[in-house]
């Protein structure tokens, strides 16, 4: 199976799990509010912002399970703890926790659910949806936060990006604080 479009690592982890081939540049990272953590672009709405921060293809560590028949199947998963970093400086932000599951498999495609926490120097942001690796801009709901974050609410969004000759996953949190 070939999917045409860049897809994420979530997609290339899966992918390697089940032997199959993908085009994919790139990976998950987190940031949170503030210049110590992160890019803030520009006011997302009156009490929001839009936060930037990325995670290189490469770095932490990856677990790949399949479950069920070779190549990709329903509850197949990736599991991984991934370093994050300011895409302007280049500066170490932190880490996340990520997990990806298989839900179904489509004739040129597949269905996974994520779940994810941010973990920032000041607390951490969590979000989660479903989404087909197809897509390259998918949308996630942030479900929750702790420390500064408490009562956070929003989206991020992930694009495929090479930033500092790196490939990886740009993240872009429209969020706002209580």
């Known amino acids: 199976m070939r999917f045409a479009a860049r897809v994420s690592r979530w997609a290339l982890a ?3 799990v089940a032997g199959t081939s993908v085009s994919a540049t790139s990976a998950l990272g987190a940031s949170g509010a503030g210049a110590a953590t992160g890019r803030v672009v520009k006011p997302a709405a009156p009490s929001g912002m839009q936060i930037l921060a990325f995670e290189p293809l490469s770095g932490g560590s990856d ?3 399949d479950l069920g028949d070779p190549g990709p199947s329903a509850g197949d998963t990736t599991l991984s703890r991934k370093p994050t970093i300011d895409p302007d400086t280049q500066q170490s932000l932190g880490t ?3 997990r990806v599951q298989v839900v ?3 004739r040129r495609d597949v269905v996974v659910i994520l779940d994810c926490t941010a973990n920032l120097p000041d607390g951490a942001i969590m979000f989660y949806g479903a989404f ?3 897509n390259p801009a998918p949308v996630f709901a942030v479900v929750g936060g702790n420390g500064a974050y408490t ?3 929003g989206t991020v969004t992930t694009t495929a990006e090479t930033i500092g ?3 990886g996953t740009l993240l872009t949190f429209d969020i706002t604080l209580p």
């Open 14 to 16: 899966i992918a390697v």
């Open 63 to 65: 677990q790949l399970i």
């Open 104 to 106: 179904e498999v489509l």
């Open 151 to 153: 009562g956070v609410t």
């Open 165 to 167: 000759g790196e490939d």
């Open 96 to 98: 996340d926790v990520t």
């Open 132 to 134: 087909r690796l197809s």
